[in-house]
């Protein structure tokens, strides 16, 4: 640890003020641990409530024949929930034409949300031969932004109301010390200790968000940390906690807790917010599994008993549901058709009323309508 690390542990704790954190950086952030209890009854309470859910969840999610009709639905929408809580908005109709079509008009909004969804996928796959540290965080960042950036070096950077501009937050400054705060974060992480995973997850993502070692992308960033360090403890095997919807319909609050953290100190009210966060969105996430599968047995029930047998597959009604538009393309490459049939047998199940097209570039894509509906629901 640096000299300004250890400076703080050498001082008793001083009273502070709102002023402080917005008048000058906030260089004596406490390293990890935090010096407090985070196992009160409450929290504890919680905390195992919101275990058991996710739980579920991870049960449920392994138990699809095709994981792949939730994940690419749940990642897309993850991605663009994160984004949107920075201001970054789309659509969900551009969002799935852009990850079906080859048109190069995207528009750029949308395709910083494709970024996250990347860096989501990066992050899993590194995360089977690497470990959460401050460089890991980094290649995240530069992802999301598309930014050969690092760690800031520049002064200045601060958090203020979009609508006053009066600052709130002024996180730390100075390189050396903002890479020694994310260096304990990470030997917090890796550390095997008693403490709740999950309460862990919530204490992660404050002292992110308090670091703010990102001149841009500190929020997506952290909350893709959220579902890696799941990932890492085996709580998840797969990317379908949906977090940033809980905390855009709880915007305020879950800014002003952070914030509480900071001058009060307040963990219990943070982490009794993040606990309900996970319990909360993977009781909605198990409704929304439960929604698809259903759709999808109607789906393939009615299918049956439309299509011409030539056309019926399983695995092609099951295709359609791993995203909401869908092409020719997918079909050739999962062996289902060759490129001609491939083409015979959408316009077969637009015609039956499975599917609806529609033209994107040089590219034909084809909507699937209900699933599409009940995702944007």
């Not at 699809?64 to 789309?90: D, G, R, Y």
């Not at 008009?105 to 995360?127: C, M, N, S």
């Not at 002024?170 to 304990?184: F, H, Q, V």
Request: hydrophobic share 40%.
């Amino acid at each position: 640890m640096s000299e300004n690390c250890v400076y703080f542990d050498t001082l008793k704790p001083k009273k502070l003020f709102m002023s402080d954190f917005a008048n000058q950086p906030y260089n004596i952030l406490p390293p990890l641990p935090p010096k407090t209890d985070l196992e009160t009854p409450a929290i504890l309470k919680a905390a195992i409530a919101a275990n058991r859910s996710l739980a579920e969840l991870k049960g449920k999610a392994e138990s699809l024949p095709n994981p792949a009709i939730l994940i690419n639905s749940i990642v897309a929408q993850e991605a663009k929930a994160s984004s949107e809580i920075e201001n970054i908005i789309t659509t969900n109709d551009k969002l799935f034409m852009a990850l079906s079509a080859n048109d190069k008009k995207v528009d750029p909004q949308t395709k910083e949300v494709l970024r996250y969804r990347q860096a989501l996928w990066q992050g899993i796959a590194k995360l089977e031969q690497n470990d959460l540290t401050p460089d890991f965080f980094v290649e995240l960042m530069q992802t999301i932004k598309e930014s050969e950036d690092g760690i800031r070096e520049d002064s200045g950077t601060v958090i203020a109301n979009p609508k006053t501009r009066k600052i709130i937050y002024w996180p730390p400054e100075g390189k050396e010390l903002i890479r020694d705060l994310l260096a304990n974060l990470a030997d917090y992480i890796q550390a095997n200790d008693d403490t709740d995973p999950l309460i862990k997850m919530a204490v992660i993502h404050y002292q992110f968000e308090a670091i703010h070692p990102f001149e841009d992308g500190n929020g997506r960033t952290g909350r893709i940390l959220n579902i890696l360090y799941l990932i890492r403890q085996k709580l998840l095997h797969q990317p379908v906690l949906y977090l940033s919807d809980y905390i855009i319909a709880n915007k305020p609050d879950y800014y002003r807790l952070l914030r509480e953290v900071t001058e009060h100190e307040a963990w219990e009210a943070w982490i009794l917010f993040m606990m309900d966060a996970v319990k909360i969105t993977s009781e909605k996430t198990m409704k929304r599994i439960e929604s698809i599968q259903q759709l999808l047995e109607e789906t393939l029930r009615e299918a049956k008993t439309t299509l011409p047998d030539r056309v019926y597959s399983k695995e092609l009604i099951e295709l359609l549901f791993e995203q909401p538009y869908c092409k020719v393309k997918f079909l050739v490459d999962r062996d289902l058709a060759k490129r001609q049939t491939a083409a015979e047998y959408l316009k077969e199940l637009e015609s039956a009323g499975f599917l609806k097209s529609k033209q994107v570039g040089r590219e034909m894509l084809y909507l699937n309508v209900r699933l599409y509906d009940l995702l944007s629901s």
